[in-house]
């Protein structure tokens, strides 16, 4: 089922790795947990024993420390899980393991960054101390419900709905709605942040299809193996192909020591990552949100140290993208000097006919102009 699972390993993989990372580290986690985990208890067959609790708590709680660094917000899924593993074997291998991954962590970034590094507590700062995830989009309540669920899971959702009413007390259970239940109380929502639980929902899937008669199995597993494979084509070689091939195009194209603009916007490319042209000067619009609190801010609640925004200048705030769109032509024109190409999407094609005059158009797949 993974093998021919698109959003998770075709689509999403190359997308955010710290997502599929953490997505692996739970799924590894749940064999090693504690014996008296009742997530190994889903089906009510297995009775989730092992042969070494000690080493089983040590290599589970090593991969949900990492996890946890990687992305903090995995932490949710083990506080879920937390009541279900509660024992004084766990407590005491968490004092050690815990602190060890977390002062490992610390270390290893000072030393890269050459100066005292907590990601993951720029990771909370930025999106609740300064709630600025929302600048990047929101969306109501349902979101996971009616697309993130549907757009992860695709061709299994049906099954792993089935499977899910046939244990709907289990543990699995609990951790998927909690983790979707907090989740969803966040105004910034992706599909990406809940693919994690697609191990659990895949179990689910799993069991469900386990129950169709042979006959009709015989139908229905080709009818996923093709479709699956067709979303994973279509995502991968023609769905927003044009900002791929522009980037190999201008791998090409651009001069020793050139320059490029992007005028699209943001993390439309994939830019250096793909470019690979450190001689290029490249450029593009920036969506940056009003970063205006520093540590000592977070930790002071006095507005005269720490000036904050209000609602109605958070909502009048623009970015240079905004700013951009509002004035295409008017934004290029007050550039002290225009790059020797411009990268931009063929609906702006129009707004910029003044400056699409002193350059040769290349139009590539999916409207970008070149």
Same mark, same amino acid.
């Given at each position: 089922?993974?093998? *021919?699972?698109p959003?998770?390993?075709?689509f999403? =993989?190359?997308?955010?790795?710290?997502? @599929?990372?953490?997505?692996?580290?739970?799924?590894?986690? *749940?064999?090693?947990?504690?014996?008296?985990?009742p997530?190994?208890?889903?089906?009510?067959?297995t009775t +989730?024993?092992? $042969?070494n609790?000690?080493s089983?708590?040590?290599?589970?709680?090593?991969?949900?420390?990492?996890?946890?660094?990687?992305?903090?917000?995995?932490?949710? /899924?083990?506080?879920?899980?937390l009541?279900?593993?509660l024992?004084?074997?766990? =407590?005491?291998?968490a004092? *050690?393991?815990g602190?060890?991954?977390?002062l490992?962590?610390?270390?290893?970034?000072?030393?890269?960054f050459?100066?005292?590094t907590f990601?993951?507590w720029?990771?909370?700062?930025?999106n609740?101390?300064?709630?600025l995830?929302?600048f990047?989009?929101?969306?109501?309540?349902?979101?996971y419900?009616s697309?993130?669920?549907?757009?992860?899971l $695709?061709?299994?959702?049906?099954?792993?709905?089935?499977?899910l009413?046939? =244990?709907p007390v289990?543990?699995?259970t609990?951790?998927?709605?909690? *983790?979707i239940?907090?989740?969803s109380y966040?105004?910034? !929502?992706?599909?990406?942040f809940?693919?994690?639980?697609s191990p659990?929902?895949?179990v =689910?899937?799993?069991?469900?299809?386990a129950?169709?008669?042979?006959?009709?199995k015989? %139908?229905?597993?080709?009818?996923i193996l093709?479709v699956?494979? +067709?979303?994973a084509?279509?995502? /991968?070689?023609v769905?927003?192909?044009?900002?791929?091939g522009?980037?190999?195009h201008?791998?090409?194209?651009?001069?020793?020591?050139?320059?490029?603009g992007?005028?699209?916007?943001c993390?439309?490319?994939?830019?250096?990552?793909?470019l690979?042209?450190?001689?290029?000067?490249?450029?593009k619009?920036? @969506?940056?949100?009003?970063? /205006?609190?520093?540590?000592t &801010?977070?930790?002071?609640?006095s #507005?005269?140290? @720490?000036p904050?925004?209000?609602?109605e200048?958070r909502?009048?705030?623009?970015?240079?993208?905004?700013?951009?769109?509002? #004035?295409?032509?008017?934004? %290029? !024109?007050?550039?002290? #000097?225009?790059?020797?190409?411009?990268?931009?999407?063929?609906?702006?094609?129009l707004?910029l006919e003044?400056?699409?005059?002193?350059?040769?158009e290349v139009?590539?797949?999916?409207?970008?102009? &070149?």
């Open positions: 089922m993974e093998l *021919v699972y959003h998770a390993d075709i999403k =993989f190359a997308r955010d790795n710290s997502h @599929c990372g953490r997505t692996r580290l739970l799924a590894l986690a *749940v064999p090693f947990s504690p014996p008296n985990n997530l190994q208890q889903v089906n009510p067959g +989730g024993r092992h $042969t609790p000690c089983n708590v040590s290599i589970s709680l090593v991969l949900a420390s990492i996890a946890v660094l990687l992305r903090p917000t995995s932490i949710i /899924t083990f506080l879920i899980l009541p279900f593993s024992s004084a074997n766990l =407590f005491l291998h004092l *050690v393991i602190p060890t991954a977390l490992c962590t610390i270390v290893l970034d000072t030393l890269y050459r100066r005292p990601p993951a720029n990771f909370l700062r930025f609740f101390f300064e709630d995830s929302v990047y989009g929101s969306m109501a309540p349902h979101y419900l697309q993130g669920l549907p757009m992860i $695709t061709t299994y959702l049906p099954f792993s709905l089935h499977g009413s046939l =244990f289990s543990v699995y609990v951790v998927i709605a909690g *983790v239940a907090a989740f966040v105004a910034h !929502k992706e599909a990406r809940i693919s994690p639980l659990l929902l895949l =689910f899937a799993g069991h469900s299809l129950r169709v008669p042979r006959r009709i015989r %139908i229905i597993l080709p009818i093709i699956n494979i +067709g979303i084509y279509y995502a /991968t070689r769905h927003q192909s044009g900002v791929i522009v980037i190999h201008l791998r090409k194209d651009i001069p020793v020591n050139g320059s490029v992007f005028l699209m916007p993390y439309s490319t994939p830019w250096q990552a793909f690979q042209r450190p001689d290029v000067d490249a450029w619009l920036s @969506c940056d949100p009003p970063l /205006t609190y520093s540590v &801010c977070i930790l002071s609640d #507005d005269s140290v @720490c904050r925004l209000s609602r200048e909502k009048s705030y623009l970015d240079e993208a905004d700013r951009f769109y509002q #004035d295409p032509e008017g934004f %290029i !024109k007050a550039m002290p #000097d225009l790059p020797q190409r411009l990268v931009f999407f063929e609906s702006l094609a707004r003044g400056i699409r005059a002193k350059y040769v139009i590539l797949p999916e409207g970008s102009i &070149c």
